[in-house]
């Protein structure tokens, strides 16, 4: 028996990691990738499946249930507990279970898994193996790695229970005498369809939710309009020659707020990939259906104007703002959703606690922009003036001053909240959503002053986020939309057009043709098979 060997056999584990914790971190880095060079199971693969309808969730998924089954078959006992990082997934297995797990992890790297060691950031010491097969899409713009692994974690055993060898969100011990049950994916975190799916063995403590755990059904509504349809052209033509004031504004109906990129196709995409826990989508248009939409997806609900609308407002409506004062009265819509227009994208995975805590607040994201002094004005952005007609209502039902915008994200909103504002303000909500276009009285009721209100009220607390917003016709914008494709660091971005025409506006959709397919490459569930 070697030297090291012998030092290894007679040095208990724990003194040994005491010891390798305190060397240098070059030293411990170095060890360490020798000991991966060393080990017959850690298999660097380059080699991905390509595969045009996965998301992040349904490689998780994949991951996971190989590993199980080939457990399973083998015969070994396991157990599944939370992850360290969500979108992975965490098995455990007692420490004497370890020569059957290797050769079951032998066996899956030669049938073209990747395994590799899970070496803890701060001991530099492995605490778990992770498995994956990498996935990505036919043009290989987006990898589908090791950030989507199924993590072995081989547990201690003592005389009575089994402890974990690192820190997970629930329980680290877990007794003997534990009851082993059966539990889908709610039990494991936020990373999971809305849909119950396939149950998983694990122990009783894994089932009582964490304090910080959001459990209530969030839906998400999308407003949208296709500006080159002929008969929807017509109704505006016909709208405008009836409201002679828009004139006055040229962003109260310019042509670009109403042009379709192909950004909602996009949008979906990167709902379905980044926040598959969302319940159902509802979007909201004048009678209109994106051809590439699977509206039998059971998901997915088209909701008419005249549905919301019904005998209020004035239809055809071509003012977001009037919309968004009727939202809450979709039918199924659950208390708690997000608003979210079709140019803002999410950019990475995100919890349900990123919008709403568990006790059910909204989560506020302030602008630093802020919302002008003075009374609105015929001429200023529509926007302006609906932050203004905001501030009025806030002074007058809080005596506090509201200074800054909304970022252009996901709005969180609360049915109740908005069903409250309009009895407390009929008036005011019953005006905007009178306006066919965008008008210096409206009041922005889901995207700005609901989250005042709720913030004022209890029921919103400020968050934060690492978000982009860009004017398509700033010419800083393709670089910055280069460097976001190969950094991937926003966590939310829009991409909005101001007010854009001819061969400016040409270009800008040549820009998120190029930009949008390269960052959400994978398809979703809601588009028609054979879409782009």
């Known amino acids: 028996m070697s030297p090291l060997r012998l030092v290894r056999k007679a040095v208990p584990r724990p003194v040994r990691r005491l010891v390798f914790t305190a060397l240098p971190a070059p030293v411990r880095d170095a060890l360490a990738k020798r000991k991966e060079r060393r080990d017959p199971l850690v298999q660097e693969r380059n080699v991905a499946g390509i595969d045009p309808d996965a998301s992040p969730l349904s490689v998780r998924t994949r991951n996971l249930d190989r590993v199980v089954d080939a457990l399973d078959e083998a015969g070994v006992g396991y157990f599944r507990v939370p ?47 992770a498995v994956y097969w990498p996935i990505t899409d036919p043009g290989r713009h987006l990898l589908l790695g090791v950030e989507h692994a199924c993590e072995i974690e081989f547990w201690r055993e003592e005389a009575d229970r089994l402890v974990a060898p690192r820190f997970n969100l629930s329980v680290d011990v877990v007794l003997h005498t534990d009851a082993e049950v059966e539990a889908d994916e709610s039990a494991f975190g936020d990373f999971r369809a809305a849909a119950p799916g396939r149950t998983y063995r694990t122990r009783q403590p894994f089932l009582l939710p964490a304090l910080e755990h959001v459990d209530f059904p969030i839906d998400v509504v999308y407003t949208w309009v296709d500006g080159a349809d002929p008969a929807w052209v017509a109704r505006k033509n016909a709208a405008l020659v009836e409201n002679g004031w828009v004139s006055v504004n040229e962003e109260a109906a310019n042509a670009s707020r109403y042009v379709s990129r ?20 509802f979007l909201v248009t004048d009678d209109q259906v994106p051809e590439w939409l699977n509206v039998d997806h059971p998901q997915v609900t088209v909701v008419s104007h005249k549905e919301i609308f019904g005998t209020e407002g004035r239809l055809p409506t071509f003012n977001s703002m009037a919309i968004e004062t009727r939202l809450h009265h979709i039918e199924g819509l659950s208390e708690h959703f997000l608003y979210v227009n079709d140019d803002v994208f999410f950019g990475q995975a995100l919890p349900p606690g990123f919008f709403f805590t568990a006790s059910g607040q909204t989560r506020v994201f302030l602008s630093r922009i802020r919302v002008d002094c003075g009374p609105p004005t015929a001429d200023e952005p529509p926007v302006m003036s609906a932050g203004k007609n905001n501030r009025a209502l806030i002074e007058r039902e809080f ?8 970022k252009h994200t996901p709005h969180a909103a609360r049915r109740s909240v908005l069903a409250e504002i309009v009895e407390r303000y009929p008036e005011q909500i019953a005006a905007t959503a009178a306006h066919q276009f965008r008008h210096p009285e409206d009041i922005s009721l889901t995207s700005s002053l609901q989250q005042h209100w709720s913030y004022l009220t209890g029921r919103a607390v400020l968050g934060d986020v690492q978000y982009m917003y860009r004017d398509l016709a700033d010419p800083l914008t393709p670089q910055r939309l280069a460097t976001t494709l190969r950094r991937r660091h926003h966590q939310l971005f829009c991409l909005n057009d101001t007010n854009s025409t001819g061969a400016e506006a040409q270009a800008q959709a040549a820009m998120l043709a190029s930009f949008l397919p390269a960052y959400y490459p994978f398809r979703s569930p809601y588009e028609l098979s054979g879409g782009v």
């Open 83 to 129: 992850p360290v990082q969500w979108q992975r997934t965490a098995l455990a297995v007692p420490e004497s279970a370890r020569p059957g797990v290797e050769r079951v992890l032998a066996r899956l790297a030669r049938a073209g898994a990747t395994v590799a060691p899970v070496v803890d950031d701060k001991a530099g010491l492995p605490v778990a193996t």
């Open 262 to 281: 192909d950004e909602l196709r996009y949008s979906l995409r990167s709902l379905h990939a980044y926040a598959p826990w969302v319940r159902r989508i």
């Open 399 to 406: 005596g506090r001053f509201l200074g800054f915008k909304i």
